[in-house]
């Protein structure tokens, strides 16, 4: 589960429309302001496109529009996430983000398993921070089929 030694996860928390979310620091290489992606004819709803990462092209994906919520409206202050999934690299489009912390392991707490066509696999869990929630995000569950999805 990416947890150090002493049984503590890095988290970087960002909003999808007014939700709250949440990946390890570990799989973030950077992130950088919005830029307009290239379309990629015949790609699934949340791929975006792609952009150059200084001579890397890289594909963005419409995070909001992957987990079955309201596709993203781009805006100045919306932010792409770089991650490292596996051997690729992924844009993740989000609205902004809002916090780096750290939780002991203890404190993410199990999804409640509320319908048949929620994919458990990608959500690692919910962790209670004050008066909000933040749900955990499994990148690799998410964005690990992307291969296939392409052929």
């Known amino acids: 589960m990416g947890i150090s030694g002493n049984g503590m996860l890095e988290l970087i928390a960002f909003t999808l429309g007014d939700q709250e979310f949440c990946i ?6 950077e992130i ?7 379309i990629l004819p015949h790609s699934p709803g949340h791929v975006r496109g792609v952009i150059n990462l200084r001579g890397v092209v890289l594909p963005v994906m419409d995070l909001a529009e992957r987990l079955g919520l309201a596709p993203a409206e781009p805006s100045e202050a ?14 993740l489009l989000v609205d ?11 404190d993410v707490h199990a999804a409640p398993d509320v319908s048949k066509t929620m994919d458990r696999d990608q959500i690692r869990g ?5 008066e909000r929630m933040i749900c955990f995000l499994q990148l690799d569950a998410l964005f690990g089929t992307m291969e296939s999805e392409a052929a």
């Open 78 to 91: 919306s932010v792409i996430i770089v991650t490292q999934i596996g051997n690729q690299i992924i844009g």
């Open 126 to 130: 919910m962790i209670p921070m004050d």
């Open 32 to 38: 950088r302001s919005w830029t307009p992606a290239t």
């Open 24 to 29: 390890e620091v570990m799989s973030v290489r």
């Open 96 to 106: 902004l983000v809002s916090d780096i912390f750290t939780v002991s392991a203890e």
